[in-house]
């Protein structure tokens, strides 16, 4: 009998919503993990992963969103946390030492899902940073904002930000068809 595939989800605390929800879908054809803790922004995530992917089984497949945090302003000195140039570095890092830590793995980019009502110009750009990477790097892009786009506020939960469990179920079934042909 093949053994189950083990399928490692990365993100922000959006991934941290769905994630539960993967892991039910996949139940009896993957092992599904991620890190307990927020992956917040692409090179916290990068380099949080020499902590966080010893306590995991080697993945068959990756399943990574970050940028949200990315985007943000939180000092309000009028530029992202991390720079256009510094995302698209991260987002490149991160292919290179998962493609060196695990040969042959399968990886997998989620969009950046939009905020509310808010202007998406920003997670637009970020993603176009992240769909450049992708085509660079021959890795699929699952379109989580374009899932999301019109939604968030039908499924936002109250803050503006994340997911309730009628959005969060929505994510990981779009997640869980990105995932599924590699398995």
Request: aromatic share 10%; with cysteine.
């Amino acid at each position: 009998m093949e053994a189950m595939k083990k399928v490692l989800l990365l993100g922000d605390s959006r991934r941290q919503g769905y994630e539960p929800f993967v892991r039910q879908l996949l139940e009896g054809r993957a092992e599904v993990y991620g890190p307990k803790e927020n992956g917040r922004w692409a090179g916290y995530t990068l380099n949080s992963l020499r902590f966080w992917l010893h306590e995991f089984p080697q993945p068959d497949v990756v399943h990574w969103s970050c940028g949200l945090w990315d985007l943000g302003d939180d000092y309000h000195i009028g530029r992202p946390f991390s720079l256009p140039e510094e995302y698209e570095s991260a987002v490149e890092r991160t292919v290179i030492v998962l493609r060196k830590l695990f040969p042959g793995v399968k990886i997998i980019f989620g969009t950046i899902m939009p905020v509310g009502a808010g202007d998406a110009t920003g997670i637009k750009a970020y993603n176009a940073i992240m769909a450049k990477v992708a085509e660079r790097e021959g890795i699929p892009v699952d379109d989580l904002f374009g899932l999301m786009h019109d939604k968030m506020v039908t499924y936002d939960r109250g803050d503006g930000l994340h997911l309730n469990e009628e959005g969060n179920t929505m994510v990981a079934r779009q997640v869980v068809s990105a995932i599924e042909q590699y398995l």
